[in-house]
């Protein structure tokens, strides 16, 4: 049965039912042939049950495959999540890139700052633009969210209209760039709109999100009414912040030090792309001793307890330049993304040990979220008016809620979806009709591996329960040629009853080897495993768990 026939077909391959890692791609033509765009390539940060690995990237196979059928890669906008991967994953893809001036700024900031990174040619679009990629007609749609040059993508193709909302929330005062773009919105829902593939973040908030004018006013208070230092910490991405805590702290004349190397970058971008203008220069972190107390205030880097970031060095007194101490004030300007809060609080208990105020949003509206609450949700379905509505960008409830809403809302078609679902949208039905390869690599160290190796399995079970390390040397007859070498990792030294677990580990082998008769001995693989099973079952008789055990048995 061949159907030649055209399609418009949708693919997220990561961001949907987890936090970040969003890359979605558009495919037309049949299925035999379909010519792709790719929409954001980006990150999600790992958490204590990856050790040893910081990020985690959407797996690209697919787009390595069909990389001669992709017209390039539109980036929304700078966040990690959104295009956190593009240093790692570009250099296979190699298309062209598509991004808004401040986007694209802090992409070639982030590369030169990265040694090794090969520099990626941006093709510079302006805010609102147009560009045409195969068959995919792209308009930009400017959007408030918290990090300059949010776009949404109305993505024209002769099958219908499809709005890729990128992240966005309403924001009548965004303190920076222009608000939501609601007339070209409406015109889009006028002109007929196939799907919305939207943001669902907070499809579980009820009502509206603040503005950030209403944070940046709270800011200004506790800054002008601070008896002595003020650190910030927020995102360093989030610009508008920056320029409401430099606007306070210019206020009542205090000078602004930015603590932090993703601060000073992205500091930097803003000033060259205009987002700084008229703010007085930051100040470099070791003038920050010389200040007087209620003359500066510190933005550090931090907000999600990053151990290595300024904010836990300083929580810690290990920072070389800053320290807080008592009559100090420390606001954090941002809300844990789940999964850090340990860290979060591990910084925060450190600062008021320190006798430090700490403010969060917790008691004050020092945070807003860049994400549509259910009122914003209802207010962008009734602009655009999608025959389809495809939550993406969340976890599986938020997502759920976000599918709900638009029913209810009165989309008739609503398609949950999963990493690696193909979806038609257009003709016909909506459907997922088919599966890509989809996965995850983390990034470990320098490499990038497949998640699905025993890299992350292996460390986890080594720190859990630690190691055991054999040798033997055999003679010839099967004999010891020397004293086995026995060393413990990670293993508590004595059993309960006092005994060093090393002599226990040592015994164990030496009792296995001389009960096995001559015969066996002759064959190396059998008795490493008799050894290897017979000290784990010791050890885990004394200890109630099974450490990794590792036997070499070499003959001489
Ligand atoms: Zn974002
Ligand atoms: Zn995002």
Redesign the pocket.
Known sequence: MVRPTNELVFAPLG?VGEI?M?LAIYGFGDQRSRQWIIVDV?VAFAGDDLPGIDLILPDIRYLVEERKNIFGIVLT?A?E??FGAMLDLWPRLKLPVYATPFTAALLQAKQESEPGASPIPVNVIPLGGRFTLGPFEIELVSMAHSIPESNGLIIRTPLGSVLHT??WKIDPTPIIGPPTDEAKLRALGDAGCLALIG?S?NAIRDGRSPSETDVAKTLADLIRSAPARVGVTTFASNVARMRAVAEAAAACGREVVLVGRSMERIAQVARETGYLDGINEFRSVDIYGHLPPDKVVALCTGSQGEPRAALARIAADAHPDVAFGRGDRVIFSSRAIPGNEKLIMRVINGLVTQGVEVITDRTHLVHVSG?PRRAELEEMLGWVRPQIVVPV?GEALHMAEHGDLARRAGVGKVVPCRDGDLVRLAPGDPEIVDEVPAGRLYKDGSLLVDAAQRTVADRRRLGFAGMISVALALTERGDLAADPDVHLFGIPETAADGRPMADIAYDAVTETFESLPRPRRRDPEAVAEAIRRAVRAKIAALWNKKPTCHVQVLEV
């Open positions: 961001g970040g969003n980006g906008h966040h999540d959104h990128g992240d943001d973040t994400h960008h």
